[in-house]
C-alpha cells in the first residue's frame, strides 16, 4: 500500500493553491501563488523547490508550474478536507462563512481523516434520518444563532413523531 505524502500545513497551502490556480488558468507561475497567498516570491520559490523535490509538482525557474498526478491526489484531498470542515462549519454548526473559512484552513491541516470523514457521514446522516433531517440541522443553525429554539420542543417533537406515524 502506497504511503501518503506528509507536507507540512504551509506545502499544504502551497499544494492548494497552486490546485486552485490551475483550475482557474491551467497553469500557475510563482507570481500568481505569491499573490494568493501573500508571499514573498522568496519563499514560493522554497516551497516550489519542496513541492517538486517530492515529486508533487513540475517546476523550474521562470517556468510554468504543472502538477504531477500524485501532486494533483495530493492537493484533493486538501480541498477535500477543507471543504468538508466549511461545510460542517457553516450548515451545522451555523458559523458565519468568513470565520468557517478561517477555521477549515487551520484545522484541514491537523484534523486526521478520520475525524473529517466522520464528520462528513454526520452530516449524511443528518440529512436522511427519519428523525432528524434537515429541519433538525436547520433548528440547530437557528438554536446557534438565536441561542434558544425558535419553539416549544415538545410540539416539536410531536409534529415529528406525527410526521413519522403518517410515512409508516
Known amino acids: 500500500m502506497e504511503e501518503k505524502q506528509q507536507l ?16 482557474e488558468k491551467q497553469v500557475a507561475r510563482g507570481k500568481d501563488i505569491s499573490a494568493r497567498l501573500g508571499v514573498s516570491g522568496a519563499s514560493v520559490t522554497e516551497a516550489l523547490r519542496s513541492l517538486s523535490k517530492k515529486g508533487l509538482i513540475n517546476y523550474a525557474p521562470y517556468e510554468v508550474i504543472t502538477m504531477t498526478d500524485e501532486g494533483r491526489e495530493v492537493a484533493e484531498d486538501v480541498v477535500q478536507r477543507h471543504t468538508a470542515l466549511k461545510r460542517f462549519f457553516i450548515e451545522v454548526l451555523a458559523i458565519d462563512e468568513p470565520l468557517a473559512e478561517q477555521g477549515a484552513c487551520r484545522i484541514e491541516h491537523t484534523a486526521p481523516p478520520e475525524i473529517i470523514a466522520r464528520m462528513v457521514h454526520f452530516i ?45
Not at 507540512?8 to 483550475?23: K, N, Q, V
Not at 434558544?148 to 410531536?158: K, M
Open 8 to 23: 507540512s500545513a504551509s506545502l499544504e497551502d502551497y499544494i492548494e493553491a497552486i490546485y486552485h490556480i490551475i483550475g
Open 124 to 168: 449524511r446522516f443528518l440529512e436522511i434520518c427519519p428523525r432528524g433531517g434537515e429541519e433538525l440541522i436547520r433548528g440547530f443553525s437557528d438554536f446557534c444563532r438565536k441561542g434558544g429554539t425558535a419553539g416549544d420542543c415538545r410540539q416539536c417533537v410531536s409534529r415529528c413523531l406525527e410526521s413519522r406515524e403518517s410515512d409508516d
